[in-house]
């Protein structure tokens, strides 16, 4: 049984990390069950294990964590839905490759629920859409934006952090950083893309998918 724990309200970032450590080790212990916890964060910059300095063009603007998921830069405000994924991949096969791309299909058929077409580049770490309402780019190539971030670490095979897709956040935040130290391309969001979606459609959508993505009893 996946547990589902959704927060009302913003939740502090360190507040979450310390909350995921508790419920990881208690799960590498067989002391707590599987659980994805869907949340908001208060404007912030996080900085993964790949991440560049550089890349952190506005160190002033909002709070910045140092984060041990894997990944660059990336914001979390609110508007964007984070959803932590702490399954045990002891009972799913032990594969990080398999898994990654387990919550790639996730996100990317959470957007379907929308007839919004998520799709993956190669190089490019998250979930991009193709903007067929934009001007062609210079090289004649169709504009592209990304609409959802995915950062995960395992620690005795107990998976921690996870994806965030944007439904509405403050897109102008993104303007702080280069998001996953890509410079080419932007970000936008489900209702930047004129679709009138709550965070409510998107959790609805976020647990029908994961069950037929991962193949698991929710309750």
């Not at 049984?1 to 080790?25: F, K, P």
């Not at 399954?87 to 791309?101: N, P, Y």
């Not at 193709?130 to 190539?141: F, H, K, M, S, V």
């Not at 004129?194 to 698991?216: H, I, N, Q, S, W």
Request: hydrophobic share 40%; with cysteine; proline share 5%.
């Amino acid at each position: 049984m996946v547990e589902w724990m959704i927060s009302s309200g913003l939740v502090d970032y360190d507040v979450a990390c310390r909350e995921m450590e508790t419920r990881v080790a208690k799960i590498a212990a067989g002391e707590a069950g599987e659980a994805i916890w869907l949340l908001e964060h208060p404007p912030l910059y996080t900085a993964g294990t790949s991440a560049r300095r550089e890349d952190l063009t506005d160190p002033d603007r909002f709070p910045v964590y140092d984060s041990p998921r894997g990944g660059q830069y990336t914001y979390h405000g609110p508007g964007q839905r984070v959803a932590y994924v702490m399954l045990d991949l002891t009972k799913r096969g032990r594969d990080v490759r398999k898994f990654v791309e387990q919550l790639e299909t996730w996100v990317i058929s959470t957007l379907a629920e929308f007839n919004v077409k998520g799709e993956q580049r190669d190089g490019r770490v998250g979930v991009w859409v193709q903007r067929d309402d934009r001007p062609l780019t210079i090289t004649g190539a169709p504009q592209e934006d990304k609409i959802a971030a995915i950062g995960v670490r395992l620690r005795k095979w107990v998976s921690f952090h996870g994806i965030s897709i944007n439904v509405e956040p403050d897109l102008d935040h993104f303007s702080g950083i280069v998001p996953c130290g890509i410079t080419e391309h932007g970000v936008t969001s489900l209702v930047d893309l004129g679709l009138p979606v709550t965070m409510d459609d998107v959790d609805v959508a976020l647990k029908r998918c994961f069950t037929e993505v991962f193949e698991a009893q929710t309750d």
